[in-house]
């Protein structure tokens, strides 16, 4: 059932560069009164309780850029993924408290985990070679299982709202479903004809919602496997997507520095684009966006560019500030 994993060949990695700081990743801490920032190879803790959002930490150890954030779900602590390693952090101590490494090849891209904070899902791979995906005992920090789960990176992996199902999309075209305890395959979509670069489940594992760099948002049937609707203007590749707790949003933010929050999907048969959803546009900001957080209510939504800065909307589109990170002489 699981293939081999690749050989991995030892790698020296020298000193990022101070200038090379896009925030790859972003997680907001369950409460929401914090926002995880990965800028490069720091990750920035920054206090949402106040209108500055002052600076809580930053946390160093990553010689990497910094890929995936996720927080564990009683906020103590946050899981970092770089280079063939994954961090975890205590959020209170503000220091490391474990790292996780072995038989990973490549960049951790994407994390998940369990609501009781026991397992971890990690995507790694190498390009052309795989994309593998890793289940870890976090109490044990050891890998329990690893398969290969698409035929090139993987990069996005999500769990169903009840924890049983594990959504990974990759950049071999294909978004596919998991068992979560044997890691057998569920289902997979396909239609895209370029890389998935992100996918979501809806408020109940009903709908998959994917963004891929052919600049299509496709809206998939769980259950069917069928698609059921296209949404976007195919001008720009959509490089993120959130659908909010209550299942009523959908937000995007794409490679030229917009997006759009979409809501009252309209379902079809056939995949019709017209009048699939309504959408409110986010004001653009002109730099190419990569990561995406929403609050659960849908009313601020945070996007990290690919210059070093953090740019939040409100839920009706409308920007309201930029977090700026800065980078230690």
């Known amino acids: 059932v699981f293939d081999e994993l690749p050989r991995v060949l030892p790698i020296t990695l020298s000193k990022m560069p101070q200038t090379y700081r896009p925030i790859l990743a972003l997680a907001l801490s369950p409460d929401e009164k914090r926002i995880a920032i990965a800028s490069g190879a720091v990750i920035e803790l920054r206090d949402l309780t106040k209108p500055e ?36 952090w205590d959020a209170e101590a503000m220091k490391e408290s474990g790292v996780i490494s072995g038989a990973m090849a490549g960049n951790i891209t994407a994390l998940t985990l369990t609501a009781d904070g026991r397992t971890l899902f990690a995507a790694d ?11 870890i005992d976090l109490a044990a920090k050891k890998l329990t299982a690893s398969w290969r789960a698409h035929d090139d990176v993987i ?3 999500r769990l169903s709202p009840k924890g049983d199902v594990l959504l990974s999309a990759a950049a071999d075209k294909l978004a596919k479903t998991w068992g979560v305890t044997d890691g057998k395959l569920i289902a997979f979509y396909e239609g895209h004809t370029n890389h998935v670069l992100s996918a979501v489940f809806n408020n109940d594992a009903t709908q998959i919602a994917t963004a891929s760099a052919d600049k299509e948002i496709k809206v998939w049937d769980v259950k069917g496997r069928e698609q059921t609707a296209k949404l976007g203007d195919r001008k720009n ?15 995007v933010v794409t490679e030229k520095g917009d997006g759009g929050i ?7 048969t056939g995949g019709e684009r017209s009048d699939a959803s309504k959408e409110r546009k986010l004001a653009g900001v002109n ?14 939504i945070f996007a990290g560019s690919d210059d ?10 409308k920007s309201t500030g930029i977090i700026e ?4 002489p």
């Open 125 to 135: 791979g190498l390009p052309g070679t795989g994309g593998f995906i890793h289940r």
């Open 325 to 328: 990170v800065k980078q230690s």
């Open 53 to 88: 959002r002052p600076v809580l930490t930053k946390l160093t150890g990553h010689q990497e850029a910094v890929q995936s954030l996720a927080w564990m779900p009683d906020g103590k602590q946050l899981v970092s993924g770089g280079f063939r390693q994954i961090r975890i």
């Open 237 to 251: 590749v959509p490089t993120a997507l959130a659908w909010t707790p209550d299942g009523k949003s959908l937000v």
């Open 155 to 157: 990069y996005s992996l």
């Open 287 to 300: 730099e190419m966006l990569y990561a995406l957080a929403v609050a659960a209510d849908g009313k601020t």
């Open 262 to 268: 979409h809501t009252d999907l309209v379902r079809h």
């Open 308 to 317: 070093g800065r953090v740019h939040v909307w409100d839920g009706a589109g």
